[in-house]
């Protein structure tokens, strides 16, 4: 699949913000007054701009107002519809913490819950598509929370929960590069499923239905990233799990200088797991042109 | 809306004859003339002159080589691919802003163009590749079984047909309803053993593909009769004579 820059912002920011709000509406940290400002107003930035960065690879981004309306059926809208609630309910207890210098338990906990809920919905986006046999797996929302929880645990100056977190970061991806490598062969669809000439014998592609390349192919049949892969994977374990953990390991408790550098190393980690995520992931489309 | 319908009243669908299909790409010629200049924006063509010319297509031709398991000739099988207007189409149910439906009535999907935000989640979900984003419009675009075509009552009778299935100079496409049993395409369905495209997702495809016949078997030396003369006559008498040198 391809790698759009404004999706791999919109996941990755929006995750980090949402984690980091699920810590504050539970009240693990409780900053008043000007703290409370910046803090809150991080966790709220970071949401919001990953929300608007996902408006950007829209063909027609004056209909986005409509992607609330259909959360029957479909996780995009039902991502869309829980950020905005989680964003208003956690709003006033924001504004009680920085105004009236003590937290609102009573909306924080749900304003948490619906965090992860909406870190949730984001990850079924993807991890719904029968088409991309990568994806389509349990390990794909466990990655995505886990991802939301890390980034959250580092940016409230937990050293001791963030190290655990990475830990299991690093557990989570190793697996889910080893499933995903082994889903495509699971899911059963081959060129011969696919043109359902397997009764006769094995099919190969003679000639493509064009000279050029197309939207299909631009979009779900992406190769470049699955060269470097395995650099890639080390990369991203290395950025995203172990280096922050041993900041965290080195950084006294709530070391501003600590945080930063562990979220900054966690978030290009963060980056480069989210491109692989889409760049290795194959779409079964592929079989018709003879490609993965 | 998004919900699929439980069921739909008539099940409007092509059936495509890989057996006499010959891969002229007249549909695919047929389909994007009736399409860019009919229903919804034009299916754009980009940098068609320059070096790298791309456009939207909603039906598309592959090729294929087939090789028997059990030996023989490698068949060529040309491979035309649109919208199979699924029963359970998971581009519906995927699309957050309520364009895509499936209609009740004829079971024909469509994308209100009106409503669509171009996020191209419904290509994702699509294992066919049956739908293109435009790149020019930055809308969905995709088979609408030519919807404008079939009901349209200022054309003749014989074109209220899709634009593919008038054109195809072979015969190789047909376009009926599939809720009727003793419609044309239920009986050829019935008769050739008509199939799936990767059942193994559980889309339900409404089109359906008729299989290509197994071709003989050559002989094993199938020049012998015809190289073997026997000659007469004065080049027989010579035949012989030369032949006992």
Not at chain 2, 70 to 85: A, E, I, M, N, R
Not at chain 2, 192 to 202: F, Y
Request: charged letters at 15%; glycine letters at 10%.
């Amino acid at each position: 699949m391809h790698p759009a820059p404004s999706v791999i912002a919109f996941t990755v920011l929006s995750g980090l913000g949402f984690g980091f709000l699920a810590f504050l509406g539970a009240g693990l940290v409780v900053p008043t007054g000007w703290a409370a400002f910046w803090v809150w107003g991080l966790g709220y930035g970071f949401a919001v701009v990953g929300l608007l960065a996902s408006t950007f690879h829209l063909g027609n981004p004056k209909n986005a107002i409509r992607a609330f309306s259909q959360w029957r059926t479909s996780w995009l809208s039902r991502e869309g519809v829980f950020a905005v609630v989680t964003l208003l309910v956690l709003a006033p207890v924001a504004l009680f913490e920085i105004f009236g210098g003590f937290p609102l338990a009573s909306l924080g906990w749900p304003g948490a819950l619906l965090s992860l809920v909406t870190v949730f919905c984001t990850s079924m986006i993807y991890a719904q598509l029968k088409t991309v046999p990568r994806w389509n797996q349990w390990l794909t929302p466990v990655m995505f929370m886990t991802f939301a929880l890390t980034g959250g645990a580092i940016l409230s100056g937990f050293n001791v929960l963030s190290i655990l977190l990475c830990v299991v970061l690093t557990a989570v991806l190793v697996a889910i590069f080893n499933t995903g490598d082994k889903r495509l062969a699971e899911s059963g669809s081959t060129m011969e499923t696919a043109t359902g000439l397997g009764k006769i014998g094995k099919v190969r592609l003679y000639e493509a239905p064009h000279t050029g390349t197309n939207y299909l192919m631009d979009e779900m049949i992406y190769v470049v990233g699955r060269r470097h892969a395995r650099k890639l994977r080390v990369i991203a374990v290395a950025f995203a799990a172990i280096l922050p953990a041993l900041v965290m390991l080195i950084a006294p408790e709530g070391s501003l200088l600590g945080i930063a550098l562990a979220l900054i190393f966690h978030l290009t980690g963060a980056a480069a797991a989210r491109w692989l995520f889409f760049a290795e992931a194959e779409h079964v489309v592929g079989l018709y042109y003879g490609a993965r | 809306m998004t919900e699929l319908p439980q069921s739909t009243t008539r099940k409007l669908g092509l059936v495509i004859d890989l057996d006499i299909c010959v891969g002229c790409h007249a549909c695919v010629t047929a389909c994007k003339g009736w399409n860019t200049e009919n229903y919804g924006s034009s299916l754009a063509d980009m940098d068609a002159y320059g070096e790298d010319p791309s456009g939207t297509f909603l039906n598309r031709i592959h090729s294929y080589e087939v090789q028997p398991t059990g030996g023989g000739c490698s068949q060529t099988v040309h491979f035309p691919k649109s919208c199979l207007h699924c029963e359970d189409a998971p581009c519906v149910t995927v699309c957050p802003t309520g364009a895509s439906y499936k209609r009740a009535e004829d079971g024909i999907v469509l994308v209100n163009e009106d409503a669509c935000m171009g996020c191209g989640l419904c290509a994702w979900a699509c294992p066919y590749g049956a739908r293109e984003m435009d790149r020019a419009a930055g809308v969905m675009k995709k088979c609408t079984l030519c919807v404008d075509r079939i009901y349209n009552e200022n054309l003749p009778e014989v074109d209220r047909v899709p634009a593919c299935v008038r054109t195809c100079p072979s015969g190789a496409r047909h376009f009926g309803d599939f809720a009727d049993p003793d419609s044309n395409v239920s009986k050829l369905v019935a008769d050739r053993g008509g199939m799936d495209l990767m059942p193994e997702l559980g889309t339900k495809p409404v089109n359906k593909y008729l299989p290509p016949r197994p071709k003989d078997r050559p002989a094993a030396a199938p020049l012998t009769p015809i190289a073997d003369v026997k000659a007469t006559g004065v080049a027989g008498f010579l035949d012989r004579l030369l032949e006992k040198l």
